[in-house]
């Protein structure tokens, strides 16, 4: 890997309910033939507490012996825990490495400027109210799912 690099984070729990922590690292490499290289590093996570999360990328980063010091931009949601300027993971990183400059996540922004313009609407509230209604009743039953998909896959 390169001496200097970027990392975002994000966590999600899989099908278990087992919430996990997915770092990613962008670097180039010295010799320049491939610009960017990303690497995904997964790991459990007990709760998502700003310490806990810091502690957490720490230990991997620390594991993998990758030095805090050179870590030149980082990116998360919007969430306090991630993005807070005065106790959130970004502040705790920004302590130690002030060189690492945070950029909010643009896909978690747009996530969140599609959710507050649907939410303005109350057809579009009835509307995706009914979708999520549909799918939970759905995808609760493996049965149900799978005859859905049978119907969805018949040709008109």
């Known amino acids: 890997m390169a001496k200097y690099y970027g990392l975002s984070i994000d966590s999600t729990p899989d099908i278990a309910h087992i919430d996990q922590m997915t770092l990613i690292l962008r670097y180039a490499l ?4 491939q610009l ?29 012996d990758i030095d805090i010091n050179n870590c030149k931009s980082q990116s998360y949601d919007n969430a306090s825990n991630m993005a807070g300027v005065y106790t959130g993971v970004q502040a705790r990183l920004k302590e130690i490495n002030p060189f690492a400059d945070f950029v909010p996540c643009s896909a978690h922004s747009l996530n969140l400027v599609g959710s507050v313009s649907a939410e303005c609407s109350r057809e579009a509230i009835s509307f995706f109210g009914v979708l999520q209604g549909v799918y939970n009743f759905l995808s609760a039953s493996p049965q149900r799912w799978a005859q859905f998909i049978d119907n969805m896959n018949k040709k008109v």
């Open 36 to 64: 960017l290289n990303v690497s995904f590093v997964f790991f459990v996570i007990e709760n998502h507490g700003a310490q806990h999360l810091f502690d957490s990328v720490m230990k991997v980063l620390t594991d993998m």
């Open 30 to 33: 010295q010799d320049m033939v």
